[in-house]
């Protein structure tokens, strides 16, 4: 389990999970204990902002896309049922 504590750092609390911005359009999803479960990244589209979710695999060092989403709720959401 990759845990990471940052000091100074206000995350975004939502469901369970934690969001903690570390970019421009790009935050790193935690669950509350501060398991790190991945990241979402925001990104400009033709149709406007988009937002591109990854489920981190620490086990095998990678990670794998969840998807793309229009609304970054939605990104968000696919970590809590995922």
Same mark, same amino acid.
Request: aromatic content about 12%; overall charge neutral.
């Given at each position: 389990m990759t845990t990471l504590d940052f000091v100074g750092t206000v995350p975004s609390i939502r469901a369970g999970i934690s969001m903690i911005k570390i970019a421009d359009y790009r935050w790193r999803v935690t669950r509350n204990s501060g398991e790190v479960l991945g990241y979402i990244e925001g990104f400009s589209d033709v149709g406007g902002r988009r937002f #591109?979710?990854? #489920? &981190? &695999? !620490?086990?095998?060092? #990678? !990670? +794998?896309?969840?998807?793309?989403?229009? *609304? &970054? *709720?939605?990104? +968000?959401?696919?970590? #809590?049922?995922?």
């Open positions: #591109r979710a990854r #489920r &981190l &695999l !620490s086990a095998q060092a #990678r !990670s +794998i896309p969840l998807g793309e989403f229009w *609304d &970054l *709720d939605d990104a +968000i959401d696919c970590f #809590r049922f995922n």
